[in-house]
Nanobody, 124 residues
Framework: QVQLVESGGGLVQAGGSLRLTCAAS????????MAWFRRAPGKEREFVAA????????SYADSVKGRFTIFRDNAKNTVYLQMNSLLPDDTAVYYC?????????????????WGQGTPVTVSS
């Protein structure tokens, strides 16, 4: 059974940093793409960033470019999201997701596997 477990969320002041971690487990789990999505209160879930686990290619939402970095450690089956220069608008529950393709990577319905989410609150 595939399991994605996020950690690292919390409360931070605007301008601060957080690093989210997504640990994947499951004997047959070998995703092509790992991604982070987020859902802010009262809003739809939105794409944040994705990484191709084999090539390291990355993609970011415009709203986080230059502030967030996604990277992975394949040996640990772990993906990270380094978030710098955080803004109050970054407040959301952040979800880790896995897909077997690099296709329409900003669409949530392309992802087969999801974590339970970790909350991030940025105070002004």
């Amino acid at each position: 059974q595939v399991q994605l477990v996020e950690s690292g969320g919390g409360l931070v002041q605007a301008g601060g940093s957080l690093r989210l971690t997504c640990a994947a487990s499951g004997r047959t789990f070998s995703p092509y793409t790992m991604a982070w999505f987020r859902r802010a209160p009262g809003k739809e879930r939105e794409f944040v960033a994705a990484i191709a686990t084999s090539t390291g290619s990355t993609s970011y939402a415009d709203s986080v470019k230059g502030r967030f970095t996604i990277f992975r450690d394949n040996a640990k089956n772990t993906v990270y999201l380094q978030m710098n220069s955080l803004l109050p608008d970054d407040t959301a529950v952040y979800y880790c997701a896995g897909s077997t393709t690099w296709r329409f990577i900003s669409r949530a319905n392309e992802y087969n596997y999801w974590g339970q989410g970790t909350p991030v609150t940025v105070s002004s």
